[in-house]
């Protein structure tokens, strides 16, 4: 099911599929023939989440797959990534310009303005671990390494948007008044503490927080040992048992353990409850297509204030 020829399927299937409590802050749209699901964010903050529509990988990766590390056709995820890179151009010129409109434009297909923004793509390689970073300082000094979460600031990342890549992990974009962050919560990093170091890794202090597509309670099976392992760490609400025994960690509900220590409310928390797992037509799930998947990206970037801070680093 592609984007360009469903007739908004794609983006119907979302809207009905989110959960009605999140819509008011996540809504589906498409954007330069990107599916994405977009925040609803205060001030210079933006974030949206891609799905596995919209782009030129074929099968198995059909058809947006973001990440470079697969198998994928290097030219297919190098597409990619550029229509993303346009795509959000095309949005901060759709919903931050003012005045007349540009030669050929509508109220039905808003252009471009010529002075939009362009962001640099900034993805490290994820491993499961606890670093966070700022992304100019990422690219600055640690490219190439792995990292697992990045922040943003409106001034010091100009012109950089950070883009973490997803398969059933959990993407945790959290946002103060200050700066923002996104996090990569696989059950490893949630255990061990990467969303509170994503909090720790801002410069000010968060005060909500978006939890975006990732595998549900509903199919997140794990052994004895990990569902052991979050019990201890975050209560016994993280584990849910399925008919037959078997015990499955309900990840949202510990990244809501996580965010609570960071002093983000819970009334403060959007979850769309979009199991990847359950919506393989919507998204990339490792652990219903196995090692041969792509990966759907979670994207923040901020618009800096004033004229001339626009351009890359």
Known sequence: MSIEGSGGRVLAALEERIDPAARVKLAPQEVDGVALLRADLPGPFRAVFTTRHGGCSTSPYASFNLNPRSEDAPIAVAGNRARLASALAHLEGQTSRTGPKLLGETDEAPGIRPDAPAYRLVSPRQEHGLRVMGTAEYVRYSSGEPCDGLTIHPLLDRGLAALLVF??????V?????????????WRGVLEGVVQQA???M????GLAIIGPS???CCFTVGEEVARAFV???GADMVRRSSDGEPRVDLWAAVGAALAEVGIRADQVTNPRLCTCCNVDLFYS??????TTGRHGAVVWAVPPGPGLDGPL
Not at 167 to 172: L, Q, R
Not at 175 to 186: S, T
Not at 286 to 291: A, I, T, V
Request: glycine share 16%.
């Open 215 to 217: 595998i549900g309670p």
């Open 199 to 201: 909090a720790r890794a």
């Open 203 to 206: 410069t000010g202090p968060p």
């Open 232 to 234: 201890s760490r975050y």
């Open 286 to 291: 490792y652990r219903r297509e196995g090692l």
């Open 174 to 186: 959290l946002v103060g008044e200050v700066d923002m962050a996104v996090a990569h919560g696989g």
């Open 167 to 172: 398969a059933d992990c959990v993407p945790v």
